[in-house]
């Protein structure tokens, strides 16, 4: 609990109107967009709405002082848990910080605070014709700062990478209050430990990020959107991978299975065709139409040699972005066809991607369970969703056995536990597994030089 | 109601939101939360709170019924939702849950609710509105309900200038059978705020058939929305047994006509009236489709430059947004504007029980009017007039608002 002197202390800092403490509103910042139960309660003692660095600053010294748990919070939009105030304490939601804080069109790059929404900090480059490639799917709705703590991936991963490798300089709030300023404008710059890169992906855990420089790329001239069907998810995986051995880049390439191509023509009420098993989107940029073109072939001739059994480009704009709009809504869309979808987010080389995806639907029979898949088949990144009802006596058991065997195959192939997700609190069981006892000790040891109280994001990771 | 029926409504309610994983994608489009910023306030906030009272994780208190009512049940959200969550229906089903386990309807909502289900009263009602706005005591009622009307006459005269003449618009083809019995749907709000429009309404169907007129009793939503579920089911089955004779009912209400159309599964459980609830929604037409139908030409055609705002029980409540805006550009020229489609804060009695959160979706709504430099906006609700005409007084005459009866 937090007592009513503390509690004043931070009115003083923010405002009365940015600290609320009502059992709904409290009850509002609980959760995430994971499985995580709502029962127990995750409530936060009290949520804090700061608008300034500055003002997170001051918190984190109040919170400091006190030993108040604080764990930082954009638009609850992960995946794991990783905003959900397990600890109580402080949700510190940066969803105020809203500035695009400058436009540097000479060096390419941009500075934008936590709480701006990807798809604003995209539009605003692009009216420049300047190009942010990190598109995790929730990007109309996810925030910068929850974007860096997590270090996002998203479709475009294959060709552009994710966002730590956009990100050039940070602001972070350590955990006593001090202010950070990590990276820089210099494209080249070793002076001194990454830190930039050591605070992207933290997960809120060593410090609060509250802006971020990020560098930008030219935006493509052309895009075009490809939309292949198979017979089988295997026959898709080989497609991309042939395309890649190819030495054709697609900007992305994302795969999904029959039970995905259903919700989203239950949706827009059109029909599937019965032979359909498995679609592979694909997006491909260049310099002209000529270059389009010539990705379209090559790309269309590995498809029909891995048995496509139809291939079409998208031939509007407007197309394009149904399709996309489409594969970006897919994950929620398959979580409302069962009580419980049990969402995972494993990792594997390229060239790995066919073979763990046949071991998921190996897992899907062993257990008796449907797995839907979908992912980012050009990137080796992979969200198998169990459909199930744990209210069903036995279920969880089950659950729990498949995703054992999820983790260990997505290991086995060589592969890691979360490719964009974040560990959060849902993987935090596996990660022992995934890092070794080296790997947690020192995870450990950079915690405690940065945060000693513990008080930043508390539970998480491991 | 007893508590077996009351839980019932919740456990509905349970059901619908159920299927929400809490992705967020509600959240830019929910326009109560781009003014709050509060998850309780978000639909993806107040889907949780369903889910959580469901389950037992959270206990009913009076707060939670601020929360609920908090909704202008516009359904930006069902639009944009992956899962097409119907977070304006659970809503609905909580509010009723939340006034039957207090005991009944707050009193004010009781107050309206009684007014709006008889016919004679909400005439004397529109009466004394009229009374109000030609007195000059608008400024007394509270938050523009007695919105000033702008008059089929004073556009005309404001916009009939010399231009427009050799401009009108060619005789309207429309051919429209004896046999078929075209009936009028009096909505309470435009009998009560736009009675001028009304009648313009009814002057136009005249053009394209002999109308019936009924005198019907309210469509019920303002019931249904606030926890008078009996009331608007009794309604609704004096308002079916009205038009029985009818082939179409015409609505220029887009609540009204919403309501209407979705009666059908109201009653699915009812074997008494399961049928003709679904015949009578099937009757349904708002004014601008049953015009798109018949082939409808504007009788004038004026250089007012109109943009149009969609009532949220019209674009995503029936699926409609051609044909308005082709009779508005048959009509004069049109321009579009950014988020048409995106509520205007009037809501029912939102506007009234939440003044300041209205004020500033408003607010929006008026600088995207400005900017299209549109001289007109239309729409076709009498609870978006309202609004409407409260953003074109603060815009300082650089609009007016009006019903497209009034311009067609």
């Known amino acids: 609990m937090i007592s009513e002197v503390i509690k004043q202390e931070i009115i003083a800092i923010v405002g009365p109107d940015n600290v609320l403490d009502s059992e709904l509103n409290r009850f509002g910042y609980s959760y995430d967009s994971s499985f995580v139960p709502l029962l127990p309660k995750n409530n936060p003692d009290l949520v804090v709405r700061p608008l300034t660095t500055d003002e997170v600053s001051r918190v984190m010294v109040v919170a400091c002082a006190h030993e108040i748990p604080v764990t930082p919070r954009g638009a609850g939009s992960g995946r794991t848990g990783g905003s959900i105030p397990q600890k109580g304490g402080i949700s510190l939601c940066l969803d105020r910080m809203t500035q695009i804080v400058e436009l540097d069109l000479r060096n390419m790059m941009v500075t934008a605070e936590a709480g701006v929404r990807t798809i604003d900090l995209y539009n605003h480059c692009a009216e420049k014709g300047l190009f942010f490639p990190p598109d995790p799917a929730s990007w109309k709705f996810s925030t910068i700062g929850g974007n860096v703590a997590e270090n996002a991936g998203g479709m475009r991963a294959v060709k552009y990478g994710v966002t730590k490798n956009y990100v050039m300089g940070l602001e972070v709030v350590l955990a006593d209050g001090a202010i950070l300023k990590t990276g820089g404008k210099a494209i080249k710059n070793v002076t001194g430990y990454d830190l930039t890169s050591l605070f992207t992906g933290s997960e809120g855990t060593l410090g609060v990020v509250t802006q971020a420089l990020f560098r930008l790329i030219p935006m493509p001239k052309r895009r075009g959107t490809l939309q292949v069907m198979f017979r089988t998810l295997d026959d898709g995986c080989r497609t991309v991978h042939t395309v890649l051995q190819a030495g054709v880049l697609p900007a992305a390439a994302e795969i999904m299975d029959r039970t995905c191509l259903e919700v989203v023509a239950r949706h827009r009420k059109t029909e599937i065709d019965p032979e359909v098993g498995a679609s592979v989107i694909i997006e491909i940029d260049g310099e002209d139409d000529a270059a389009l073109e010539t990705q379209t072939k090559r790309i269309e001739a590995a498809a029909k040699e891995c048995g496509a059994i139809a291939f079409r480009a998208a031939r509007s704009q407007q197309e394009a972005e149904e399709l996309w709009a489409v594969r970006r809504g897919i994950s929620s869309a398959v979580a409302a066809l069962a009580p419980n979808r049990i969402g995972e987010d494993i990792s594997v080389p390229r060239d790995a991607f066919p073979e763990v995806v046949r071991r998921i639907g190996e897992i899907s029979k062993k257990h008796g369970l449907p797995i839907a898949v979908y992912g980012h088949a050009g990137d080796g990144n992979i969200h198998p969703s169990i459909l199930c009802d744990l209210a069903k006596p036995g279920e969880e058991e089950r659950v729990h056995h498949a995703v054992d065997d999820i983790f260990a195959a997505a290991l086995d192939v060589g592969g890691t536990l979360s490719g964009e997700h974040g560990i959060g609190i849902t993987k935090r069981p596996y990660i022992a597994g995934a890092l070794g006892e080296i790997g947690i000790r020192t995870l450990k040891a950079v915690k405690a030089a940065l945060d000693p109280k513990g008080i930043l994001n508390p539970g998480k990771i491991w | ?408």
């Open chain 2, 1 to 408: 109601m007893d508590k077996m029926k009351n839980d019932d409504l919740l456990r509905e309610a349970g059901k619908m939101v159920s299927r929400c994983d809490r992705c967020g994608a509600c959240l830019p489009v929910c326009p109560l939360f781009g003014v709050k910023g509060i998850e309780a306030t978000s639909a993806r906030g107040k889907n949780t709170i369903a889910r959580a009272l469901a389950s037992g994780v959270l206990e009913p208190t009076e707060e939670t019924l601020g929360v609920v009512n908090f909704c202008l049940l516009c359904r930006a959200c069902v639009d944009t939702c992956p899962a097409q969550i119907p977070t304006d229906e659970a809503m609905v089903e909580v509010r009723q849950h939340l006034t039957d386990l207090a005991g009944g309807a707050e009193a004010k909502y009781r107050l309206v609710g009684g007014v709006l289900k008889r016919p004679g009263v909400v005439k004397a009602a529109a009466a004394a509105l009229s009374i109000l706005r030609r007195s000059g005591l608008n400024s007394l009622f509270p938050h523009g309900m007695a919105p000033e009307e702008y008059t089929r006459s004073h556009f005309l005269a404001a916009f009939a200038g010399p231009a427009a003449l050799g401009q009108k618009a060619p005789p309207s083809a429309v051919t429209v059978t004896d046999k078929t019995k075209v009936a009028y749907f009096r909505g309470c709000g435009m009998e009560m705020m736009f009675p001028e429009a009304a009648a313009q309404t009814r002057d136009i169907l005249r053009t394209t058939t002999r109308l019936l007129t009924k005198e019907n009793v309210c469509c019920g939503l303002p019931h249904l929305a606030h926890g008078l579920r009996d009331e608007f089911l009794d309604l609704a089955r004096q308002n079916i047994r009205l038009f029985d004779e009818a082939d179409v009912v015409v609505s220029d209400c887009a609540s009204c006509g919403a309501t209407l159309k979705h009666l059908t599964s109201f009653f699915a459980d009812d074997p008494a009236w399961r049928d003709q609830a679904a015949v009578f929604s099937g009757k349904v037409m708002d004014l601008t489709e049953y015009l798109a139908k018949v082939g409808y030409l504007p009788r004038q055609k004026t250089d007012a430059v109109f943009t149009y705002h969609d009532p949220c029980h019209l674009v995503r409540g029936q699926g409609i947004t051609k044909p308005p805006r082709e009779l508005l550009k048959a009509a004069g020229s049109f321009v579009e504007m950014k988020d048409a489609d995106v509520c205007c804060g009037g809501a029912g009695s939102f506007h009234i029980d939440y003044p300041d959160a209205a004020e500033q979706i408003l607010e929006k709504k008026r600088r995207n009017i400005e900017k299209t430099g549109a001289t007109v906006v239309v729409t076709d609700c009498p609870g978006c007039l309202i609004q409407l005409a409260k953003a074109a007084k603060a815009s300082g005459g650089k609009f007016k608002a009006m019903h497209i009866s009034q311009v067609i």
